[in-house]
């Protein structure tokens, strides 16, 4: 610029705004949280949508027990940008959060507060004990309540439902008195999942899956004697032909008796076979050695094919003899006798044993007769086939032990044999009983893990005196020890048990009787029905999962020998069995009576002195009736909030279902499946109709994170460091539906995305910052450029709400998100930056104002539901008020003329065109030829069709130069050109003239005018 000329920048119509280039987010975020609590904005969202078609997403409640981790955050950020988005698409969004506050993890630390100060659980009276649970409960609600409001979400917080609330308690126990009056409660001695260090029954939900070290043995059975009655004969040919329908009867009859005699022959032969392998063991295999003492049974495989060896020579270290006898499954022999340490010399096949000839066997347990064992095990074990025996690992002999196994349970059960199984030897906290011979008062597993044992620190004295008996006793074929997927209680760590107790259960396939049989009689059936007729899955398999979770499911375990809890409210009369009719008391009386004192005192009240005498009245005799004390299992206290929350809350749904149930992959055998077990249970279908769920978040390796391996990733972590909303954008981004990872790399990326989506509204912000309504323009008076940017804003508003609809928020974010950045900044922005500030009060200038406008007023509450605090910073950047918030607007509806499809299809070929002129500057930029767009005036050679449509543009404002040339004539060999974008090409010429001091475009006409180094648009812009 010479001396003469004028600095003309004050003369440009630059951005104008205080709106930060750094967030500060960590700092910021919290005087937004107080803002929108002291307007009440959830508040003012009721009001609002009174009338409006209702939305319910049903909260499921996290435990009031620790600080949230990174799993809790992205849950409760997928529910409110569910709730946030159906609000602002017109929908009364309701979201009130819950907590469930009853259970094992609760009651487990206050026992752990108590061990530490030498106190006994049992010592404290149990209203004291429960008081001292809920105060915990309550202490942990608060912590988590705002860590999750710190988060950005949204809802009812200041009347939350807790499960530990007295109505909720006294729905919870209504909710159980209808299982018991419509005849699906049952009281049942069966196999269950029980934690010995927490003594008590454990739901599948409750259970996880992990790698442990667990002793295995082979033990021997000794064939004792043959029960000749119990051989079978096997099939025998048929000595008549099915056309002799016209034999004599004195013919059939001497055909019959013929018949008679070689079955007798036959079955003659089997016994007299059979009795060869007297003195001969049976040898199974197991690796729970413990359960040996409460073996019943063996049984073995009906199509096996199982034969007898003979040990021909044994090395020095041998646990079987020369001469001993086995029979093994053939095609597990050589292995089976290899864990004995015996080589292919050292035994041989004797013969094939049919198992017409085991149906006649008689064994012995190998503790019978053991001095000192008091006759504990000297009858006779049952011997028989079953279906459930296989060839593929073992011995191909089933060791059963009914009480602790559910396969042999069942089978004994349908043969109506339990009584005859059934043991009583492992108490509650895993010990055998006292008076049981040789192991009384050893232990499965121990009270607390010895870290010395790093491969298996929770195993108990029990197995290894078992199997030292085993020894002793010459039981023990071999032993060994194997590592495998094993149950374990999520909440100690510890190893899990079947065993045999009295517990309650509802019927999942007994008819419930109660007329809403809409979707089935049963509680399966409606269960089943519901998944396929009424409810939709996000993903899809989501419904494959928890279809085959209840088809295959048993009933339903809904007893826990507990404490801190919703009692079993029933009573049951004494001297009574399970199986008689009157064993429970039924009585509507009774069960309002309870009722109204759980609604006044809660579920304490069970417990209090002369509960029982209260609540039976004048109705019953007290003295005919048990009061039961077990507490429910607390996946029925969650399973039950659709009744207490969406049934009984003004805030619920008016239909007492939700509109959506979203949680984690896990828990479609946790909170998706009792709730739906329950409901059916109650009023006949699932409570919800949809389902979405989350998968799990792994650390940035793709490794489940673990404290112990320090690779956790905390929530209150990345607020502290990149703010709420950098966390919210993360789960925005992530595809929630599949495994998805966490990492500071990753979050970083996050940050950037977040900061260039900041600076394209930055600019908006700027570009706006004294537009008014007398600068709109309508849109058909306005230029193809703005009509082509309405144009994409509404094929978006269609993309943004059908995503938001589907829960793709991923999808949403990732169109706006290139939208912004590839269609306006890198495209319609930086075409009309040159308009915006240098364009007078021009037609073109205020019709890009207020297509500015609108895409301020569609992006920010488009992202709203996701930025939360950003997009409310950006609001009151233009909209300051007392009440102003964007989380109080709705998305705004498109009008139908701003979709253009011919308008769209042409402004497609001018971009193509450009993107090979910008190609082709940018080259003679990156050589340093020229330093901006504006000092080239290119010749781009186009087909005629292409021809005739950039003639009706400004294509050289459009590719940014000073000018530009379209020809149709052939391109030139060495003209520029992009492999993807066929008939374009481009040849770069430097543009002509003097380059503008007020725009910087060169052209021939400047220093013409007026106005000292300006082109005629600026000199008339200064006028």
């Known amino acids: 610029m010479s001396a003469e000329t004028p600095d003309y920048k004050d003369t440009l119509n630059l951005p104008r705004t205080d709106f930060p280039m750094r967030a500060g987010l960590p700092k910021r975020e919290p005087d937004w949280l107080a803002r929108w609590a002291q307007i009440g904005v959830y508040e003012k969202l009721r009001e609002k949508a009174v009338g409006r078609k209702p939305f319910t997403l049903h909260d499921g409640p996290p435990y009031a027990n620790g600080h949230l981790h990174i799993g809790h955050a992205l849950n409760k950020i997928l529910k409110d940008m569910v709730v946030r988005s159906q609000q602002m698409m017109g929908r009364d969004a309701r979201y009130v959060p819950g907590w469930d506050c009853h259970g094992l993890p609760i009651e ?91 003594k008590t029954a454990l739901a599948e939900a409750e259970v996880e899956y992990a790698d442990k070290e667990s002793f295995t043995v082979w033990v021997k059975f000794p064939v004792h004697a043959v029960d000749a009655d119990k051989v079978r004969p096997g099939a025998m040919a048929s000595s008549t032909r099915a056309g002799d329908g016209d034999m004599s009867q004195d013919k059939l009859d001497q055909l019959l008796a013929a018949a008679g005699e070689k079955i007798d022959e036959r079955k003659s032969q089997l016994v007299e076979s059979a009795k060869e392998l007297i003195g001969a063991s049976v040898v199974i295999w197991t690796t729970t050695p413990w359960t040996m003492p409460s073996n019943k049974a063996v049984v073995f495989g009906d199509d096996i ?34 864990k004995a340490r015996l080589d292919n010399t050292m035994w041989k096949r004797v013969r094939s044993v049919t198992s017409y000839e085991l149906s006649g066997l008689i064994l012995k347990h190998p503790l019978s007769g053991a001095e000192g064992s008091n006759g504990e095990w000297d009858d006779p074990r049952d011997f028989r086939a079953a279906d459930f025996v296989t060839d593929d690992e073992g011995t191909g002999f089933v060791h059963c032990a009914p009480s602790h196994g559910m396969e042999e349970f069942e089978l004994y059960r349908d043969l109506g044999m339990l009584q005859q199984v059934i043991t009583y030897n492992v108490l509650e906290d895993g010990s055998f009983r006292p008076d049981l011979p040789f192991f009384g008062g050893t232990k499965i597993m121990r009270e607390k893990p010895n870290k010395k044992n790093k491969t298996n620190p929770w195993e108990g004295d ?32 510890a190893p899990v048990i079947y065993r045999n107790t009295p517990q309650w259960f509802a019927a999942v396939d007994k008819a419930v009787g109660d007329g809403q049989d809409t979707y089935g009689t049963t509680i399966r059936e409606r269960a089943l029905r519901s998944i396929d007729e009424l409810v939709t899955w996000t993903p899809k398999t989501g419904r494959n999962r928890l279809y085959s979770m209840i088809e295959a499911r048993p009933d339903w375990v809904l007893s826990r020998q507990r404490a801190w809890g919703v009692p079993l409210t029933c009573f049951v009369k004494k001297g009574a069995q399970p199986t008689d009719p009157d064993y429970l008391l039924r009585n509507e009386a009774v069960n309002a009576r309870i009722l109204a ?25 007290h003295d005919d009736y048990d009061q039961v004390f077990d507490i429910l299992d607390v996946w029925f206290d969650s399973g039950s909030t659709h009744a207490f929350v969406l049934r009984d809350r003004e805030d619920g749904s008016e239909d007492g279902m939700a509109d959506v149930y979203l949680e984690g992959t896990d828990q479609h055998r946790g909170w998706f499946h009792s709730s739906m077990l329950q409901a059916c249970g109650t009023i006949g ?135 912004a950045t590839v269609d306006l900044s890198a495209f319609y922005f930086d075409i009309r930056k040159d308009v915006l500030y240098c364009d007078g009060d021009t037609a073109r200038r205020r019709a890009a104002r207020t297509v500015l406008d609108i895409l301020f007023h569609r992006l920010t509450k488009w992202l709203a539901p996701m930025l939360t605090f950003t997009m409310e910073e950006v609001w009151l950047e233009r909209f300051p008020g007392d009440d102003s918030s964007i989380h109080l607007e709705d998305f705004a509806e498109t009008p139908a003329d701003w979709s253009d499809a011919e308008l769209a299809a042409k402004w497609a070929t001018v971009r193509k065109v450009r993107r090979v002129v910008t190609g082709a500057l ?9 330093g901006a767009s504006l000092e080239a005036a290119p010749t781009v050679y186009v ?81």
């Open 108 to 198: 487990w630390k206050i026992e752990e507060q108590y061990r530490a100060k030498g106190r006994n659980k049992d010592d404290v009276d149990v209203v004291d004990f429960r008081q001292e649970c809920r105060k915990f409960a309550e202490g942990w609600v608060d912590i988590q309540r705002e860590e999750f409001k710190r988060l950005g979400v949204t809802g009812n917080w200041d009347d939350p439902y807790l499960t530990m609330n007295f109505h909720a308690e006294r729905v919870i126990a209504e909710e159980f008195q209808k299982f018991l009056m419509n005849g699906t409660l049952y009281q049942g001695s069966k196999p269950v999942m029980w934690s010995p260090v927490e």
């Open 462 to 493: 029990a197995n290894t005196a078992v199997i030292a008996k085993l020894a002793e006793v010459d039981g023990l074929f071999a032993r060994g020890v194997i590592k495998h997927s094993y149950p374990h209680s999520w909440r100690s760590k």
């Open 922 to 930: 940018e080259v003679e930029r990156t050589n340093k030829v020229i």
């Open 943 to 1023: 087909t005629p069709e292409a021809a005739g449509v950039l003639q009706t543009v400004s294509f050289d404002d459009l590719c940014i130069t000073s000018d530009i040339t379209v020809s149709t004539d052939a391109a030139p060999a060495d003209a520029f050109r992009l492999d993807d974008v066929a008939d374009v090409a481009v040849v770069f010429a430097r543009a002509d003239g003097e380059k503008c001091q007020r725009c910087w475009k060169i052209l021939p006409d400047v220093g013409t005018h007026t106005h000292a180094g300006v082109c005629a648009r600026c000199d008339e812009a200064l006028s």
């Open 597 to 621: 004192a759980f609604e006044e005192e809660g579920a304490d009240a069970w417990y209090k002195d002369g509960a029982k005498e209260r609540f039976l009245g004048n109705d019953v005799n």
């Open 305 to 338: 094919g199982y034969g007898l060896y003979e040990v021909t020579g044994v090395p020095e270290e041998c646990w079987v003899e020369v001469g001993e006898r086995f029979i093994l499954a053939d095609a597990l022999a050589e292995a089976c006798l290899s």
């Open 685 to 819: 279908h699932a409570p919800y109709r949809a389902v979405v769920t989350h998968a799990f978040t792994l650390d940035a390796k793709g490794e489940k994170m673990s404290k112990s391996l320090g690779n956790t990733i905390e929530p209150a972590q990345v607020v502290q460091q990149y703010g709420a909303d950098i966390l919210r954008l993360w789960v925005a981004t992530t595809d929630y539906k599949h495994d998805h990872r966490i990492g500071d790399e990753i979050l970083k990326g996050v940050a950037d995305s977040y900061r260039r989506l900041r600076n394209t509204l930055r600019f908006m912000l700027g570009s706006l910052s004294d537009f008014s309504e007398s600068d709109r323009v309508k849109p058909a008076e306005m230029p193809e450029l703005e009509r082509w940017v309405l144009h994409r804003l509404a094929e978006l508003d269609g993309q943004v709400r059908e995503g938001y609809a589907k829960y793709d928020f991923q999808g949403v974010f990732q169109a706006i998100f290139t939208f």
